[in-house]
C-alpha cells in the first residue's frame, strides 16, 4: 500500500510571490490534514479536509487556504508568502476523524522564503 | 483548550538504559494523547496512543507510555535504549474538536 505521497519536496520562492503545495493520501482514506513545522513555533495545526470540505481550521491566517478534490487528494495554497512561512509543511492522512483513527503522515514540502 | 508540555529538548541515554520521555498535558475535557517519532527528513510515525481504558499503553519498537491524569502525565519509556531510536520524539493532545496541539519535541540521542 503506498504511502503519503507530497510534491514537490522542495521549494524555493520569494517574498510575496504565491505557492501551491499537493497531497496525495493512502488509497481509501477521506480525512487529509495539514500541518506547519518550524524551529520556532514547532508543529502547527493548518486544517483538516474530509469528503471535499473543510472540518477543522487551526489559527492561521486567511493566507493559507486548501481544498480537497473528490479522489482525497489535497492541496494548500500560500499566498503573498512572507519569510516566516518558510517551513517544513506536513500532510496527513487518515480513514476519517484524525483522533479515533491512526494518521499516516507524508514526508513533507520543505518551502524556503527568500 | 488542550496543550502539551514536554521537558527536555534534548535527551542523551546510552545503548542499553532506560529511556524516559517527559510530556505533560492540559486540558478541560478527558484527552486523546499521542506519542510521534520522526526521523530525519521524514514525517511523523505514530508510537502509541491513549483514548480510554487502559492507562499503559504500549507501542511499536518497544515504547510504552502511561497516563497518570492525576500528575496529567503521559510520560514515554522504553526499557532498553536501541541506536536506531535516536530520533526527534513529539508529544500530542486531541480534543473533541479533533485539532492536534503537539509539543515543542525531544530530541533523542543514544550514544554507543
Known sequence: KAGVTQTPRYLIKTRGQQVTLSCSPISGHRSVSWYQQTPGQGLQFLFEYFSETQRNKGNFPGRFSGRQFSNSRSEMNVSTLELGDSALYLCASSLDVPRENEQFFGPGTRLTVL | ?112
Open chain 2, 1 to 112: 483548550a488542550q496543550s502539551v508540555t514536554q521537558l527536555g529538548s534534548h535527551v542523551s541515554v546510552s545503548e542499553g538504559a532506560l529511556v524516559l520521555l517527559r510530556c505533560n498535558y492540559s486540558s478541560s475535557v478527558p484527552p486523546y494523547l499521542f506519542w510521534y517519532v520522526q526521523y530525519p527528513n521524514q514525517g511523523l510515525q505514530l508510537l502509541l496512543k491513549y483514548t480510554t481504558g487502559a492507562t499503559l499503553v504500549k507501542g511499536i519498537n518497544g515504547f510504552e507510555a502511561e497516563f497518570k491524569k492525576s500528575e496529567t502525565s503521559f510520560h514515554l519509556t522504553k526499557p532498553s535504549a536501541h541506536m536506531s531510536d535516536a530520533a526527534e520524539y513529539f508529544c500530542a493532545v486531541s480534543g473533541p474538536n479533533n485539532d492536534m496541539r503537539f509539543g515543542a519535541g525531544t530530541r533523542l540521542t543514544v550514544k554507543p
